[in-house]
T-cell receptor, first 109, second 116 residues
Framework: DAKTTQPPSMDCAEGRAANLPCNHS???????VYWYRQIHSQGPQYIIH???NNETNEMASLIITEDRKSSTLILPHATLRDTAVYYC??????????FGKGTRLHILP | EPEVTQTPSHQVTQMGQEVILRCVPI?????FYWYRQILGQKVEFLVS????????KSEIFDDQFSVERPDGSNFTLKIRSTKLEDSAMYFC??????????????FGPGTRLTVL
């Protein structure tokens, strides 16, 4: 799996959009970008995934650059419950998920 | 909404004892996984399981570990002789598909294993 680089931590004010960046410059053509999050002491939770196009669901939006070397997860209106560690993961034809250290997102009241 | 469940939520055991961690995956899922997370560290893959056999395992998953799907609903992780370093949170996950480019895994709440 391609390596990803994320900032170790970020702050965001409650109610504002949280934009979490991820670099994956060695991604190959058949690899997807996944985002998971882990709220303290809970199991990881799937957020969204994409290949080339931007994606949106009820939780977040995923913006992937045209060259696919980076992406941004957007939480449109962050709440205190969005405080968690966010993992950007690149996966190909592989069952297992390789988690990195992720970005610890603090939502500030 | 269907979810993965795990029991017990916390297991305390003596070093050298056997433990069995239990998971009930989502009912129509066919692929099952165990991960672990030592306190303060990354989530680590242990094993994946499909069609009643292990499809992949990590270096952590040595002879002390085994997995089983004893019936149509449960998926278990057994540690034969626990060591202090086995103390961790163990997460079960399941997915509908596997081995494809798109594979959304749903995780359970975890079992905290403490080895004394």
């Amino acid at each position: 799996d391609a390596k990803t680089t994320q900032p170790p931590s970020m702050d965001c004010a409650e109610g504002r959009a949280a934009n979490l960046p991820c670099n994956h410059s060695t991604i190959s053509g058949n690899e997807y970008v996944y985002w998971y999050r882990q709220i303290h002491s809970q199991g990881p939770q799937y957020i969204i995934h994409g290949l080339k196009n931007n994606e949106t669901n009820e939780m977040a939006s995923l913006i992937i650059t045209e060259d696919r070397k980076s992406s941004t997860l957007i939480l449109p209106h962050a709440t205190l419950r969005d405080t968690a560690v966010y993992y950007c993961i690149v996966r190909g034809r592989d069952d297992k998920i390789i988690f990195g250290k992720g970005t610890r997102l603090h939502i500030l009241p | 909404e269907p979810e993965v469940t795990q029991t017990p939520s916390h297991q305390v055991t003596q070093m050298g004892q056997e433990v069995i961690l239990r998971c009930v995956p989502i009912s129509n899922h066919l692929y099952f996984y165990w991960y672990r997370q030592i306190l303060g560290q990354k989530v680590e893959f242990l094993v994946s399981f499909y069609n009643n056999e292990i499809s992949e395992k990590s270096e952590i998953f040595d002879d002390q570990f085994s997995v089983e799907r004893p019936d149509g609903s449960n998926f278990t992780l057994k540690i034969r002789s626990t060591k202090l370093e086995d103390s961790a949170m163990y997460f079960c996950a399941s997915s509908v598909t596997g081995g494809l480019n798109y594979n959304e895994q749903f995780f359970g709440p975890g079992t905290r294993l403490t080895v004394l």
